[in-house]
Each structure stands twice: as structure tokens, then as C-alpha cells.
């Protein structure tokens, strides 16, 4: 009984199409170049995007975070709150049907190098114990004698579109991708995450990102099956202000249905 009057009740208290469309004309009427939309929660995006689409290009369809927006428009349902209006102030809202509208504005962080967009610039090399497989920059990616890869692909992590370099890491070899001199501020922000929801199901290896700066570690993370897109920010303090070689090593324990996808900014908070 209880779930039939749940599936009774349900659709009145979901939003028409008539709502998204209030919410959206507002949107559009005080929308600014460089703001982030986002839908909560994060399944009805669909929704939002059939009707802002065009606001949300695939290079912010597919950030990395939402560190480098200072306004965020959310679109919400059922009391939801979009993660990436976390440390933000409500400077607005409006209710339009069973969808709220709120603007979030939060600090912005600056990003001083963006590795994504500057990955032309760094060299990759694959070493094992017997020696190193050269690699060279082609088209639109590296290619290395082995067959291993690496360039800019739009990649789908935990069911979501995400920019970011993406490489088939080997077995017992280290894929290292290095940026000989990269301006740097207080902060280095690299995520990571494994590709495609059928390679997600079809293996159960590990993939791991070192990253050191002039041949100091600062830090690593983990991609697996379950673990999503994983983010982490490294202090860079002692750097700030200045270059340095940034290096990212990666490995993995079963390369069988691995694909990886990563992405870093060298930001000031």
C-alpha cells in the first residue's frame, strides 16, 4: 500500500516542464559569462542541460571541480543542494513550481597553469627495468613504441563527463608525463578517475598518480572501480612565485581494462 501511494504521489510533486522553463528564463535574463549551472541533485543534469545546454559547453560540462567559478546558479528539487556551491553566500532565490532557484556566489581560485590545456608542452616516457620505450608528440596525442598513449579526451567518470589526459597505463612500467617549467602558486589540484562504466565493470586493477615537483614527491592518488573522480590538493607553498619541473608517474598492478583519466591546475587559492 505504502508503495502504491508512492507511486501515486510522486509525479505531482515532481517539476513540468513548465517550471524548468520559468527557471530557466530567469537563468538566461541574468546570466554572466564565466557562471557554472548546475542541477540538484545531480541526476535531473539531463534535465537542466534540455534547457540551458547551451550555457554549459563541454569544457564546463566537463571541469575538473567548480574551484575556478565565482557564481553558481542551482536549480534544485526536493530540498537538494549542489556540492558545488559549498563555501558559497545565497545572494538570490526565486521558487518557480517545485524548482528552487538560487545564485551562489564564493570566493575564486586563480589558476596560474593549467596542465590540461598545456599538455603540447610536457614530454612522456615509458620506463620498465629493461630500458626506456621512446615516445614522440603526434597529432593529437602521444605515442610511445609500446603502444601506449596519452592525449586530451572527454571521458565519462563515475557517470559523468569529465576533460581531462587520458592513458592505458602497462604493467611493471611507469608512464611519466613531466613539465619541464610550470609557474606555480599555493596550491597543485590533480584528480583522477578510470574510464568508461563497462572497463569500470570488466576489471578490478588500481591505477596510481605520483606527483613530484623538481624531483620532490608531494603526493599521490588512487583510481579504482569504485572510487569515482578523486580529487586532491597538494600544498605547493615552497614553490609559490616561481618554476618548477612537475612530474606525474603513473602505475598500475593490472593494466587489463584500465583507462585513466586525469586532469591538474596550478592554482592560487
Not at 528564463?25 to 554572466?32: K, L
Not at 550555457?55 to 574551484?67: K, Q, Y
Not at 598518480?209 to 623538481?214: A, E, H, M, N
Not at 608531494?218 to 619541473?245: E, N, P
Request: with cysteine.
Amino acid at each position: 500500500m505504502v508503495e502504491a501511494a508512492n507511486a501515486w504521489m510522486a509525479p505531482t510533486r515532481a517539476p513540468t516542464d513548465r517550471d524548468w522553463r520559468a527557471a530557466a528564463a530567469r537563468v538566461r535574463a541574468e546570466f554572466r559569462p564565466g557562471d557554472l549551472i548546475v542541477a540538484a541533485p545531480a541526476w535531473a543534469d539531463p534535465l537542466m542541460r534540455h534547457e540551458l545546454g547551451d550555457l554549459v559547453p563541454i569544457a564546463v560540462a566537463g571541469r575538473m571541480d567548480a574551484a575556478d567559478f565565482g557564481r553558481v546558479w542551482e536549480i534544485a528539487q526536493r530540498g537538494a543542494r549542489a556540492p558545488e556551491t559549498a563555501g558559497g553566500r545565497v545572494v538570490q532565490s526565486s521558487r518557480h513550481g517545485a524548482l528552487s532557484l538560487r545564485l551562489w556566489e564564493k570566493p575564486k581560485s586563480r589558476v596560474v597553469f593549467d596542465f590540461l590545456a598545456g599538455w603540447r608542452t610536457a614530454s612522456l616516457s615509458v620506463r620498465r627495468a629493461g630500458g626506456e620505450t621512446p615516445c614522440w608528440l603526434g597529432q593529437d596525442r602521444f605515442q610511445c613504441g609500446d603502444g601506449t598513449g596519452l592525449g586530451p579526451e572527454l571521458l565519462e567518470v563515475d557517470t559523468t563527463s569529465r576533460n581531462g589526459l587520458g592513458v592505458e597505463p602497462q604493467e611493471r612500467a611507469t608512464t611519466a608525463l613531466e613539465y619541464e617549467s610550470v609557474p606555480l602558486g599555493h596550491e597543485l589540484t590533480v584528480a583522477a578517475g578510470l574510464h568508461s562504466v563497462w572497463l569500470r565493470k570488466a576489471g578490478d586493477g588500481k591505477v596510481e598518480v605520483r606527483v613530484l615537483i623538481d624531483g620532490r614527491a608531494v603526493g599521490s592518488l588512487q583510481a579504482s572501480s569504485a572510487s569515482g573522480w578523486s580529487l586532491r590538493r597538494f600544498d605547493t607553498t615552497a614553490w609559490a612565485g616561481r618554476s618548477g619541473r612537475v612530474r606525474f608517474e603513473i602505475t598500475t598492478d593490472k593494466a587489463y581494462a584500465r583507462h585513466l583519466g586525469f586532469n591538474a591546475e596550478a592554482r592560487e587559492p
